[in-house]
């Protein structure tokens, strides 16, 4: 039901560099955003992933990978699909700081603290939410506190669709799980509750929204 959408997806976490050994990163596994691909592909979609640095498998061998690593790579690889893709869904756990200063060689111990200087990273959500066009954009809200109120609030900043909000200090819904607990927010002010599933029914989950999405707009609703 999803034949004829070119989907750009993004998974995984990024890395950013403090010297050649060492890096800032996050504990995003990949899984959420490699299964939104799967099921796309699945549905009859065109597939397109931009992955960050996962210990995950390929999800099919006619889905194109784009491996990147730091946050600057991503916006990059996401700002050149853009004008390729229908839909859009930003599922990774892009850094939002990196260091000022890359060293060069590895950092050596010496004294006993060391100041890291770090400067805030592109916001690749709100670049695609200001340049969506026609493209239906979903965007995800990995948080600890205030669940509802800042994906809320992501939602209406970055100009989405649809924003998929999970609290990650659960055990059975965080980064590395093989389940999610989420909540879909919609523009509307509506909030869909699924049970908690396997990260693949999720996806299939929010593929059924965007299938309902897409109809909505065809039919000028």
């Known amino acids: 039901d999803l034949a004829g959408e070119r989907f750009l997806v993004t998974a995984g ?12 990163t996050n504990r995003s596994s990949g899984k ?13 979609g065109e597939v397109v992933l931009i992955s960050g640095p996962t210990s995950l498998r390929p999800p099919r061998p006619d889905i194109r990978i784009v491996s990147v690593r730091t946050a600057e790579e991503m916006r990059k690889a996401v700002s050149e699909h853009l004008p390729w893709s229908t839909v859009v869904i930003k ?23 060391l100041s890291l ?27 600890t506190d205030e669940l509802v109120a800042n994906a809320r609030k992501k939602l209406t900043e970055k100009n989405l669709d649809l924003i998929v909000a999970n609290d990650v200090t659960r055990p059975d819904a965080g980064f590395e799980a093989e389940t999610n607990l989420v909540k879909l927010l919609f523009p509307s002010g509506e909030i869909r509750e699924p049970r908690l599933a396997s990260k693949e ?11 309902a999405l897409l109809r909505n707009r065809k039919a000028g609703l």
């Open 13 to 24: 976490p990024t890395q950013e560099p403090i010297d050649p050994v060492r890096f800032l």
């Open 32 to 44: 959420m955003g490699y299964a939104l691909a799967l099921m796309a592909k699945r549905r009859g």
């Open 91 to 113: 599922a990774a756990a892009v850094s939002d700081y990196r260091p000022k200063t890359t060293l060069n060689r590895k950092l050596k111990k010496g004294e006993r603290e």
């Open 117 to 143: 200087q770090l400067e805030q990273t592109a916001d690749i959500l709100a670049e695609i939410g200001r340049n969506k066009g026609d493209r239906l954009v979903v965007g995800f809200a990995a948080e």
């Open 201 to 211: 029914e999720i996806a299939s989950l929010i593929l059924n929204e965007i299938a």
